[in-house]
């Protein structure tokens, strides 16, 4: 499941759902009494796995799964197809992050049950791009006419690949792409998504040149699990770092957004300035997958 795979209707209903639950929770508290969702990660997460099994949990639900695949039958050479029709037997729904790209949708297809993309390779990271568009819809007030800078590792950076492709379905949206050279863009994404939708985009190596114009500071970090050789991710790892100076360029009301972890890309004292909203976006994410497991589950929105 994609955000890309529901239409801008749907996934307006969604967010209007995750609202409701943020408002409302109790009116939600048993809605998958019985349920089990189960979580199968095949590489390191703290908020993705953890924030699933909290809107299980919140939602009534239980929940079973594996944190690495260390910890699976993966490690005996078990294939992802496999596991996941094992999996079925056990649980309603699942989340699956894995390394590889396209491996949750090769798993969807040997699946009985919905599974969620928990995040695939440097691809796409769909719950997460849920997430952001709920943060930006809830705090700014609307999805279109933004103006977003997007920054640090833009090559491996599988959050903002799913996020660009989101928003580009939305009007008067204008993405100023903030890399060194080296973690510029793919291709795939300038060409096929920004060109092809005819979307306003910049690409800019300073940080300090695209603050002024900005709504929205989308900062990433630079992805060392993805790097070939060590040498290269230390040489670019420090290449920005959001600080106290930076802000005072920004605009009173822009607001940054980080996927997270973070690692050095934002000054811990950033965190205390009312602009910095990637704690709140953490909130968010639960909402987001409350909605979206009810929604899976055929206890929430109408997904066709
Ligand atoms: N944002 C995100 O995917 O964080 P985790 O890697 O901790 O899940």
């Known amino acids: 499941m994609s955000p890309l795979d529901l239409s801008v209707e749907e996934l307006a209903k969604v967010l209007d759902l995750a609202n409701d639950i943020e408002k409302n929770p109790e009116k939600y508290a048993h809605k998958c009494d019985g349920k089990?969702?189960?979580?199968?990660f095949y590489e390191p997460s703290t908020r993705t796995r953890l924030s699933f099994e909290s809107a299980m949990m919140r939602l009534g639900?239980?929940?079973?799964?594996?944190?690495?695949?260390?910890?699976?039958?993966?490690?005996k050479g078990e294939s992802v197809a496999d596991t996941v029709r094992?999996?079925?037997?056990?649980?309603?729904?699942?989340?699956?992050?894995h390394p590889k790209e396209g491996a949750p949708l090769v798993a969807s297809m040997a699946s009985e049950i919905p599974v969620i993309n928990a995040g695939d390779g440097g691809h796409q990271h769909p719950t997460q791009t849920l997430t952001d568009l709920l943060t930006i819809r809830s705090l700014k007030g609307r999805l279109d006419n933004i103006t977003i800078g997007l920054c640090g590792d833009l090559k491996f950076?599988?959050?903002?690949?799913?996020?660009?492709?989101?928003l580009v379905r939305y009007e008067g949206v204008k993405f100023v792409l903030i890399s060194p050279e080296e973690l510029r863009i793919p291709d795939y994404i300038?060409?096929?998504?920004?060109?092809?939708?005819?979307?306003?985009?910049?690409?800019?190596e300073r940080l300090e040149e695209a603050m002024p114009s900005l709504d929205l500071l989308?900062?990433?970090?630079?992805?060392r699990e993805r790097f070939f050789n060590e040498e290269d991710y230390v040489r670019m790892k420090d290449f920005y770092i959001l600080d106290k100076a930076k802000m005072a360029l920004a605009r009173e009301d822009m607001l940054v957004l980080h996927p997270l972890p973070r690692?050095?890309?934002i000054s811990v004292e950033v965190d205390a300035d009312p602009r910095a909203a990637y704690f709140k976006q953490v909130q968010y994410g639960v909402y987001v997958r409350m909605a979206l497991i009810l929604s899976l589950l055929g206890l929430g929105v109408d997904l066709c």
């Open 190 to 204: 300038r060409e096929d998504v920004l060109k092809a939708s005819g979307h306003e985009f910049i690409e800019v």
């Open 61 to 75: 639900g239980k929940v079973l799964g594996f944190s690495s695949a260390n910890s699976s039958s993966a490690a």
């Open 157 to 166: 950076g599988r959050t903002v690949h799913s996020l660009i492709e989101a």
């Open 36 to 40: 089990i969702l189960a979580t199968l």
């Open 86 to 97: 094992t999996v079925s037997c056990y649980a309603d729904i699942c989340a699956m992050r």
């Open 218 to 223: 989308y900062m990433t970090r630079v992805q």
């Open 263 to 265: 690692v050095n890309e």
